[in-house]
T-cell receptor
Framework: NAGVTQTPKFQVLKTGQSMTLQCAQD?????MSWYRQDPGMGLRLIHY???????DQGEVPNGYNVSRSTTEDFPLRLLSAAPSQTSVYFC???????????FGEGSRLTVL | GENVEQHPSTLSVQEGDSAVIKCTYS??????FPWYKQELGKRPQLIID???NVGEKKDQRIAVTLNKTAKHFSLHITETQPEDSAVYFC???????????WGAGTKLIIKP
């Protein structure tokens, strides 16, 4: 099992550009989520999904979109990148909403 | 909504001594409390978790205690070793709310 795979690992964008962070898991987990991690602030939930076709907003959803067309994939879209979105992004999956989260390796995004 | 506060932000202990990290939460409905360890440049990994029907849980050198009345929970690491150096995060969530709210993290430094 590869676990949770995120791509790309690093990305530099200019303000206003859009991009998609890819996340895939091969553990057949129903629950998937996206976090951003900023220094001194821990992890903040952006969006989450409890199954294919179902998504919901977390703490900091503005500027991001998600979709869940399959159990395996949960891409995160930045609609119009802003410097405030410079962060490390983690995708995570779990067999249940309140259980161990399995994280991807993270994607470091810089917006200039 | 839920708010989780974590203290201290940095903890330096002598190798072999014990370390204690404390978290408080605001939502009395929260019933799941995990602790994650994140080594530098790596993904967070679950080290121990506790649910509200249990007051204490141990796993070798690591233990977590929960006081639901006071709404706080603590991570205890005994006989600390150099490989315990990392950032530790607490979090809280409830079954009816799939949002895991995280503390800001504690940087644990083990002095040789």
């Amino acid at each position: 099992n590869a676990g949770v795979t995120q791509t790309p690992k690093f990305q530099v964008l200019k303000t206003g550009q859009s991009m998609t962070l890819q996340c895939a898991q091969d553990m057949n987990h129903e629950y998937m989520s996206w976090y951003r991690q900023d220094p001194g602030m821990g992890l903040r939930l952006i969006h989450y999904s409890v199954g294919a076709g179902i998504t919901d907003q977390g703490e900091v959803p503005n500027g991001y979109n998600v979709s869940r067309s399959t159990t395996e994939d949960f891409p995160l879209r930045l609609l119009s990148a802003a410097p405030s979105q410079t962060s490390v992004y983690f995708c995570a999956s779990s067999p249940q909403p309140t259980g161990e989260l399995f994280f991807g390796e993270g994607s470091r995004l810089t917006v200039l | 909504g839920e708010n989780v506060e974590q203290h201290p932000s940095t903890l330096s202990v002598q190798e072999g001594d014990s370390a204690v990290i404390k978290c408080t939460y605001s939502d009395s409905a929260s019933n799941y409390f995990p602790w994650y360890k994140q080594e530098l440049g790596k993904r967070p990994q679950l080290i121990i978790d506790i649910r509200s029907n249990v007051g204490e849980k141990k796993d070798q050198r690591i233990a977590v205690t929960l006081n639901k009345t006071a709404k706080h929970f603590s991570l205890h690491i005994t006989e600390t070793q150099p490989e315990d150096s990392a950032v530790y995060f607490c979090a809280a969530s409830g079954d009816s709310n799939y949002q895991l709210i995280w503390g800001a993290g504690t940087k644990l430094i083990i002095k040789p």
